[in-house]
């Protein structure tokens, strides 16, 4: 999916939860941001979150092309699972 939101040169964050699959879009003219750690996914996803809500309280950018996709892998990984889950 994110090698089709790039053909069509939207702007692209992306949180690499594994630290491997995604660092190869760190060239990619459209991708603003690859991040690997905790922390620096935490702070994108907190970021696009205020981003969202900021533009669907404005009704001047509702269904402007400043409304961007949001997609989020949430593939367990690393051992970390949902309560419940036995991560297979």
Same mark, same amino acid.
């Given at each position: ?8 040169? @939207?702007? &692209? @964050? ?5 630290? $491997?699959? %995604?660092?190869? %879009?760190?060239? @990619?003219?459209?991708?603003?941001? +690859? +991040?690997?750690?905790?922390? /620096? =996914?935490?702070? +994108? $996803?907190?970021?696009? @979150? /205020?981003?969202? /809500?900021?533009? &669907?309280?404005?009704? *001047? ?5 400043? =409304? ?8 367990? *990984?690393?051992?970390?699972? &949902?309560?419940?889950? &036995?991560? /297979?």
């Amino acid at each position: 999916m994110l090698v089709g939101v790039s053909r069509y040169g @939207w702007p &692209s @964050w992306v949180a690499d939860g594994k630290g $491997i699959e %995604f660092l190869g %879009f760190r060239d @990619w003219p459209n991708a603003q941001v +690859v +991040v690997t750690t905790v922390a /620096e =996914q935490v702070a +994108v $996803i907190e970021r696009a @979150w /205020e981003l969202m /809500e900021h533009r &669907s309280a404005d009704p *001047h950018l509702v269904d402007t092309p400043q =409304q961007v996709p949001n997609v989020m892998d949430t593939t367990p *990984h690393r051992g970390l699972t &949902s309560p419940g889950d &036995s991560g /297979e």
